[in-house]
């Protein structure tokens, strides 16, 4: 999951189940799958609210027909799509994201430590309860663009789209740092990228679909993104491919390196003005990643092109606004740190659930803050330091006579807009949608067209809306970038085959 796979919007919701083998035929299970709206508190705060109610598993059994194996979807406001396996004798039910980013299994451990919230807010693995359990042992890390976790392997059946894989290797995660693993209404991961990316050198799931079940070398894959089909997210459909899906025929880029499913991009422009692939540039695509996610300073044009401001500028602008009338008003008889201790954003009082907005103040920042302002009781609190800088801007600008309307607009465009550091994603204007431009990838010689509506995610309830951009900046490491991850945005819009057997990616029309 390249990210990722951390982004400011809602992540998942719902799941699937796996069908069940009989005498001579394989039938494979579906259900229905549910959409639950985000609301633009949760787009302020950067993650579904994590844990609270979780979707009803609907078990909905039905013959594909001709050999194929559906793993339904689960779509989450076009945030994030999940379904749902097992693992164990007897099952014990997990809900994962399919991830062509990644290779690996891993679900939370029963044995993770009582602090680790994000493991104990969701189903927990308990080998003492599987009698086909067996013991590997063995260390296992990897890291997400969005966090990263740790464990160990065990080994175990594990059932998932009509297949009951023997002898399964996948990681229990003790360890899931980051907000990321907290708000998701996922367990774990169920990686579907090349072998030669899976830590430790475990045999990832789809491998053993083939060389147990001897299925075509492929997988294609449907993400709904129309919310007049009610709740119904998408499908993976594992050897073979659903014709009621899409349009047309696809086009096929083929594979360039078999690590992520990575491909090359002819070129790819905003309008007639913006060409962000100039001549070609490597590109991904990713199950596993809600946006289009590409190197920052190309999205940074992209966002500027669409008139998007940055969310996390958005989100303090909001914040500042809650306090600086208060704080000016004291400003003027009390010090900055004074200041801050009096609207209790300093001193001995903790405000985490503010820590998501104000979270990263740039070192440029810290290095505006007066001798006297950089320490104090909670000295090394963002919110306090925050406070503080806002105080110290407030007080030499009232020293200079400025109004406090002045003040207030200079504060919220100097630490705002330029000191703390941006998000990568942009907040645009609902109401210019209809005047933004498409977006063209050419693939293979074949333009893939998105527009505003499918490059704009428009989320919120009861009249109240917030519209992000589908482009966000992430800068890989050397080794890895720079690269364009073709998350779900794109993914949304275009069925996707992932061809194994001749190496190469297929997309064409969704349907």
Partial sequence: MMLRKETRLALLAALLVAGVAAAGATEVGRMKLHRKPLSVERVKQGKVE??????????????????????????????????????????????????????????????????????????????????????????????YGSGSLSGFLSVDE?????????????????????????????????????ETIAVDGVVPPFYNMMAQYNIQPMFSVWFNRNASQGDDGGEIVFGDVDPNHFTGNHTFAPVTREAYWQFNVDSATLGTDLNFCDGGCPAIADTGTSLIAGPTKEVAKINKALGASDAIAVECKQYLGNYLPDLIAKVRNLSPM????????????????????????SASARKLLAPEAATGANGDSDICQLCQLVATFAENALASNATDQMVEEFIEHEVCDNLLPASGEGVVDCDKLDSMPNIDFVISGQT?????????????????????????????????GPLWILGDVFLGAYHTIFDFENKRVGFAPAA
Wanted: hydrophobic share 35%; with cysteine.
């Fill in 448 to 480: 893939f067209t998105l527009t505003p509506d499918q490059y704009i995610l428009k989320v919120g309830a009861a009249g109240q809306y917030e519209c992000i951009s589908g482009f966000m900046g992430i800068d890989l490491p050397p080794a890895a």
């Fill in 338 to 361: 004074e200041v801050c201790q009096d609207v209790h954003l300093c001193d001995k009082f903790s405000f985490t659930a503010m820590s998501g907005t104000s979270a990263k103040l």
């Fill in 50 to 143: 994590r844990a609270g109610h979780r979707a009803t598993a609907l078990f909905n059994p039905e013959h594909f027909g001709d050999g194929k194996y559906v793993e339904k979807i689960t779509n989450f406001e076009d945030a994030q799509y999940y379904g749902e396996i097992t693992l164990g004798t007897p099952p014990q039910k997990f809900t994962v994201v399919f991830d062509t980013g990644s290779s690996n299994l891993w679900v939370p451990s029963k044995t993770c430590p009582w602090y680790n919230i994000a493991c104990k807010i969701h189903d927990q693995y308990n080998s003492e309860n599987s009698s086909t359990y067996k013991k590997n042992g063995t260390e296992f890390a990897i890291q």
């Fill in 158 to 194: 594990c059932a998932v789209a009509g297949f009951d894989l023997q002898d399964q290797i996948f990681a229990e995660a003790v360890n899931e740092p980051g907000i990321s693993f907290i708000a998701g209404r996922f367990d774990g991961i169920l990686g579907l990228a090349f």
